[in-house]
């Protein structure tokens, strides 16, 4: 089994920065395409950011080149950098790990975009 921890979710004003981090305990962890999620009040989850063992990116496209995911398989790490926040990214932001046909998801993090 896999345990995903996501940290750094804290509230910003608008424009602000926040780098959010998800570790990992897992075994093949470089093997796994990686990803950030995010779930508003009475939405669907929605994807962010992913990134594929190969390191090859893709994002949601409210992200605008705001928004950078990185990993380090060396330490199982996956950390999503996000910069210019605006008051619709609030919501809780979850780690996700996919392989093999098995999802694993974080218990998530929360970010809150307001004045």
């Known amino acids: 089994q896999a345990r995903l921890v996501e940290s750094g979710g804290a509230l910003v004003q608008p424009g602000g920065s926040l780098r959010l981090s998800c570790a990992a305990d897992?075994?093949?962890?470089?093997?796994?395409?990686m990803a950030w999620y995010r779930q508003v009040l009475g939405k669907e989850r929605e994807l962010v950011a992913a990134?594929?063992?190969?390191?090859?990116?893709n994002y949601g496209e409210f992200v605008k080149g705001r928004f950078t995911i990185s990993r380090d398989n060396d330490k199982n790490l996956v950390d999503l950098q996000m910069t210019g926040l605006r008051a619709d990214d609030t919501g809780v932001y979850y780690c996700?790990?996919?392989?093999?046909?098995?999802?694993?998801w974080g218990q998530g993090t929360q970010v809150i975009v307001s004045s």
């Open positions: 897992m075994i093949f962890f470089s093997i796994y395409r």
């Open positions: 990134i594929t063992s190969n390191g090859e990116k």
């Open positions: 996700f790990a996919g392989g093999w046909g098995v999802d694993h």
